[in-house]
């Protein structure tokens, strides 16, 4: 009994010792690979799939992992057992991970083989990856397989995407994952009632993807043909009109429908090496001075046999008139491209319509801060008749006053609302300044003026290069104002312009407040209109031309913070914008606030038009609108709202 017992416990022994590690109940995922293993560790790409199939049947969560590390070539064979691991090359050695349980080992390269599949393979466990990655627990994981479906779309995607749409939790994600599924059913359903659904759920997408979708259903491809194929025609092409006669006998000549014409060095070599006693064909050399010469000796040498058949031009257009010239869709189904071509049309249609909205939208930002930079200018302009050149320069001050600030404030909230009024004291104090230093002396000289403020112009540039340097500062807007409001697809503006268009806004509103509902306002209309009976009603017109040249002034040290915020902080950056508030006031009409919000509209939308229509070059589109406004002051010297008093008729 002993002895039996003995040689029982031997033979299991030897079974375990035999019994490949795979074999276990532990290692499912092994059990399966092994099953294939020639079709795992040298892999075609027809006989992948019966694996991949297998592995999709089985749902192991180490499933994706294996197949990541498959399509990496991160799987290594032991050639003793033809175990198969997760491996990574470390010199000689490999570092080993057990695919079932995770669990690492090191061990000698020799005696492992490395997976290699190729580069078709690769791209079948790709698509088989995107299954198990749609339905990943991982947010990360799943979006990066929708952005896979997307970069290449593909049909055998299609069914995946559409199992995981109901299990997805992410709304963002979800709707991603319908918008492609629509995209992917447009171009691979398996039913054509399927696809035209699919297609016309694309009427409402103006995305770029939904344009290539519908332009890919409706691509085409040239052809021609003795008469109409039995094709789906997407149109008929006419020699001389749609294409050149000669690039219609070409195709021709290509389909093997016609001759090869017959080309002009053909032609003079063959009637050279037919001249017999001075002549080709009974016809004298002198004679063959001309091209219709040449074709009759050449058509004569043909008659005989000597040469190849002439194809003269006019036969080249007769047989292009008689062929079929045609551009066929390569989608078969012609009820398919029917309803593609239709809802192309009307997402076209949509999509021009967002353009002139997105256009507008940005005429009107622009239109927003050429007001912010001309109200100044059209109050001190029109209340005192002073062509102030400098007026850009308060604007550069006002930025530069923002750029200090936030120095010192770290908080970009905080230090914009700090910046604000910080610009108006900043500025309106040098605005005062200059009018007592220099302006107050040179009030109906407007020549003088002119002169005077452009070297205080020059003088305040360089001061600025002298303190600030030459180089553009940074005016950084606070975290909230950063991106764009995005609308749809066509339709989106920065956050920064709405806050400049709101903030002009505001200062129209204040403006307009101060102009008709304080006593300020009320004495700086008086002086507007007649100076001489404001100062015998016992307003002081010296004080008033200084409080309102100090007020512009102090507008434009807050529009340059506004405008800081979007454009670059120079010293120059002042000159940028006068001569556009100059425009914008004397469009507008000297001296009045709708008139200014006028002329700005006018401008800004004048400019993004113009620009529309030449968008590489926006130095034209700047001279074009230069012309337009001289022709305009031309008709209505006054501008659009001509105002009423001094201003008038100055």
């Known amino acids: 009994m002993h002895a039996i017992r003995e040689a029982v416990l031997l033979l299991s022994l030897l079974c375990l010792s035999v019994m490949p590690a795979y074999a276990q109940s532990d290692a499912p995922l092994q059990t399966i690979l092994q099953t294939h293993a020639d079709e795992v560790a040298k892999p075609g790409r027809r006989s992948v799939s019966v694996v991949l199939d297998d592995l999709d049947a089985s749902g192991l969560p180490n499933v994706l992992p294996f197949l990541e590390a498959w399509q990496e070539k991160r799987i290594w064979q032991r050639e003793a057992d033809g175990v198969f691991f997760l491996a990574e090359e470390d010199d000689d050695d490999l570092n080993l991970r057990d695919i079932d349980t995770g669990a690492e080992d090191t061990a000698l390269k020799d005696g492992f083989s490395q997976v290699k599949p190729n580069g078709g393979v690769r791209r079948v466990i790709a698509t088989a990856l995107v299954k198990f990655q749609l339905t990943d627990p991982d947010l990360d994981r799943r979006s990066t ?49 399927d696809r035209i659904a699919a297609i016309e759920s ?58 090869a014409a017959t080309p002009s060095t053909v032609i003079r070599a063959a ?123 308060f604007i550069m001050m006002g930025a530069y006053t923002g750029y200090v600030i936030q120095l010192f404030v770290p908080d970009y909230t905080l230090s914009i609302l ?122 002081n017109p010296d004080k008033i031309n200084m409080l309102t040249f100090g007020l512009g002034s102090g507008i434009a040290g807050i529009a340059g913070v506004a405008i800081g915020l979007y454009a670059k902080v120079t010293s120059e950056m002042g000159a940028d914008y006068i001569v556009q508030s100059f425009m914008t006031v004397v469009v507008g009409g000297v001296g009045n606030v709708w008139g200014t919000l006028a002329g700005a509209s006018l401008i800004g939308f004048l400019q993004k038009g113009i620009e529309w229509f030449n968008p590489s070059n926006t130095l034209a589109a700047q001279t074009y609108m230069v012309l337009f406004i001289i022709l305009f002051i031309q008709f209505r010297p006054k501008g659009i709202v001509a105002l009423k008093g001094r201003a008038a008729a100055d």
């Open 202 to 259: 694309l009427s409402s997408d103006t995305s770029i993807e939904a344009r290539a979708v519908l332009n890919q259903i409706l691509e085409t491809t040239s052809g021609v043909a003795a008469e109409r194929p039995d094709v789906n025609i997407a149109r008929i092409l006419t020699p001389g009109t749609d294409l050149s006669v000669a690039d219609a006998y070409a195709q021709l000549v290509d389909a093997e429908l016609a001759p």
């Open 271 to 393: 009637l050279e090496a037919n001249i017999t006693n001075g002549s080709v064909a009974g016809i004298p050399t002198a004679e063959l001075d001309n091209d219709a010469a040449r074709e009759r000796a050449y058509a004569a040498l043909a008659t005989d046999g000597l040469v190849p058949p002439l194809v003269t031009s006019s036969e080249q257009s007769k047989a292009a008139d008689a062929a079929v010239f045609y551009e066929a869709y390569k989608e078969k189904d012609a009820a398919i491209t029917d309803v593609a071509a239709r809802v192309l049309e009307e997402v076209e249609a949509r999509v021009a319509f967002a353009q002139t909205v997105d256009l507008g939208l940005d005429a009107l930002s622009l239109a927003s801060i050429y007001f912010l930079a001309a109200i100044g200018l059209a109050i001190t302009f029109g209340v005192m008749g002073v062509i102030n050149m400098a007026h850009g320069e």
């Open 145 to 193: 397989a929708v952005a896979a479906i997307a970069r290449r779309p593909d049909a055998n995607q299609l069914e995946p995407l559409l199992a995981s749409v109901d299990r997805e939790v992410d709304a963002a994600l979800k709707a991603r994952k319908v918008q492609l599924a629509n995209f992917l059913s447009a171009r691979f359903a398996d039913s054509t009632e």
């Open 418 to 539: 700090i910046a604000l009024p910080t610009a108006f004291a900043i500025t309106f104090a040098a605005g005062v300044t200059m009018e007592r230093l220099v302006i107050r002396h040179l009030y109906h000289r407007p020549l003088e003026t002119l002169l005077a403020t452009f070297g205080i112009s020059i003088a305040l540039q360089q001061l600025a290069k002298n303190i600030f340097g030459t180089q553009a500062r940074p005016l950084t807007s606070p975290a909230w104002l950063d991106g764009a409001w995005v609308i749809s697809d066509v339709i989106q503006i920065s956050y920064i312009r709405i806050a400049i268009f709101v903030l002009a806004l505001i200062f129209l509103v204040l403006i307009l407040y101060v102009l008709k509902r304080t006593r300020l306002g009320l004495e700086v209309r008086a002086v507007t209109q007649n100076p001489g009976m404001a100062a015998s009603m016992g307003i």
